[in-house]
């Protein structure tokens, strides 16, 4: 297979991560005679720093036209001050409505061995696997009208849902629980908010489409407690937006680290696949970031974009063998000795080598 794929490193620990993965990619489509083409672009405050918009036209042409989108992070402390629409946030809000990626996908695994690196007890972790499938493109984040006073004294936001953006999404979380543990719970707040209560009618409505998949529906502040107090009673977790992006990061940090995460945007346009751990300036250049989030966004963009579950397979067994050979990053070192991003990925690459001579 030939493919393109463009890589945005972005901003802060981005472009490291990136590096790594991209080596975990070059190493994985040459044991498999896969030819990746990788094409960088600037996004973010990256692209600030060049006096570009936070998403340069240049940039999303080259997205339109990639076989897959690969995203370090966005988020430059720098551009704080400025407007909504003039900070590097806003290009991957932009590029999400652009590409119409409507479900982000995240995974939320114990990894071997790791069960000892979160703050909950190794009893309470076993067996947790679970995907929040997140709404992308709808609710508090782009709801108009929306704005702030100019005197500071009051802001507002719209979260607004229609029933095609809830089936849509619905259908995308019962139809991954097939191919999992065949269980939903859907997370909402119809105890309060209008639209979570439509949300609750049409995700019930679309789960009698699939009678083979359990159903249970949830607010979303219990859920919450429940993913910190009993994350393996869930398999795939269901909501929108805002809800989405909390429980997910929260999900990332009973797992031991939000390092560890990685994530899946898909929906019409290429699917644009990311670590969920951010920018996170503070270690920015240091060579200890974790790239296992990014290394795992790569094997989704290989499973969701590709087709080449193998090829992702492999990637997957090649991070538990790393792990299992005792490497960590100083973010699940968990008193034991670290190596850094770079020294990770080169772990993970030659276990990708490793793998696909013994298959």
Known sequence: MQARIVLLP???????????????????????????TLEPHDIGGAALRRNLPPLPDETLQACETADAVLLGAVGDPAFDDRPPGQRPESALLQMRRHLKLFANLR????WRGLDGAGPLKPEVLSGTDMLVVRELTGGLYYGEPRGIEADGSAAWNTMRYSRMEIERIARVAFDAARTRRRRVTSVDKANVLETSRLWRQVVAGVAREYPDVALDHMYVDSCA?????????FD??????????????EAGAVVGSLGLLPSASVGEGPGLFEPVHGSAPDIAGRNIAN???????AAMLLRHALKLDDEAAAIEAAVAAALDAGHRTADIA???????????????ADAVVTGAVRR
């Open 107 to 110: 995974p939320a695994r114990v």
């Open 236 to 249: 795939v977790i269901l909501t929108e937006n805002l809800f989405g992006d909390i429980l997910s990061d």
């Open 334 to 348: 968990a008193g034991r000795s670290a190596i850094g991003t770079r020294e990770m990925a080169s772990a993970i």
């Open 225 to 233: 407690m429940k993913i910190a107090l009993a994350p393996a009673a």
């Open 291 to 297: 790239p296992i989030g990014a290394v795992l966004s």
């Open 10 to 36: 972005g901003d802060g620990v981005g472009p490291e991560v990136v590096a790594a993965a991209a080596a975990v990619l070059e190493r994985t489509g040459a044991q498999f005679q896969h030819r990746f």
